[in-house]
Every structure is written in C-alpha cells, then in structure tokens.
C-alpha cells in the first residue's frame, strides 16, 4: 500500500512538470515596448495591413526638430523601405514656433495585423491616434490616417 502512495505522487510530479515546460515552451515571448527615442527622435514599431491577411513591419518616426510625424513599411517581397508618409504636428497639434513641447508615443493592437500609433503631447494636453495603410488612389507607397484627436487635459482657462 505504501508503494502505491509513492508511485501516485511520482506520477502527479512528472505530469505537473510535463505541463509546466509545454506551458512554459508553448508560450512565445511578448516585448513589452516597440519603442525608442534618442535626442529629438522616437521611433516605434508594429504591424500594417497593406495587403489582407498580409501584415507587414510599420516604422513609425517623430521628429521634434522639423515637428513631423513620419511612417513607412517594409515591402516583404522585396525587402526593401518604401517612400516615407508624412504629417506635420506642428499643425495637428495647434504648436507655436519655439513651443516647449514633449511628445510620447507608442504602439498598440487595435486589430489583427494591424497596429495604432498613439501620441500624446504632455504641454497641450492632446492625444491622437493614427494608423497607416495603402494610399487610397490604389498608387504605391502608404499614407498616415488620423482617426481622432482629443485632449487628455482640457486647455486651461483664462
């Protein structure tokens, strides 16, 4: 009888640990962050559908000094950088020339194989979201859609 009781626990802590390395193998390793920033620049990463059930790697590029937001995508086939999209915060924005500013960015998943960019400028008080996708006039290359901009600290009163 006390044989059994071993074997019984020996069986319980070979399946446990069996399930434990499936778990632990089975899941693939999540980046908590697509993004960087050195000096005036932020760069962030995610996925574009350009084509369905096609997502390539989007690029994202704020740029402080010239008050651009840039994306492009990577063309699988070729490998190769197509031509950059732009949109000019400093009118998106509503920001003076020489304005503090302070800009954070990052990616999430609204969809499969499809990423939003989130951006926030800390001294305004707005946020937007943008996406990127193929050019509607079906012409090569990509183009940078807003699809809202609010405020996440209403404008003070004067």
Sequence with gaps: MKDYGRLFWMIVGAALGVAATL????????????????DDYILCTGPVEILPKTPTDG?????????????????????KILDWAE????????????QNVHFMMTTGTITTGQAALY????????FGVYT??????HQPGIVIRRHDLTWFRPPAKN
């Design 23 to 38: 778990y632990i193998v089975s899941s693939p390793p999540q980046a908590l962050a697509y993004n960087d920033r050195y």
């Design 59 to 79: 690029v994202w590029m704020l740029d402080y000094k010239a008050g651009k937001l840039m994306g492009t995508v990577i063309d699988r086939l070729r490998g």
């Design 87 to 98: 949109v000019d915060l400093t009118n998106e924005f509503a920001i003076q020339p020489r």
């Design 119 to 126: 951006v926030a400028e800390t001294t305004t008080g707005k």
């Design 132 to 137: 990127m996708g193929p050019r509607p006039d």
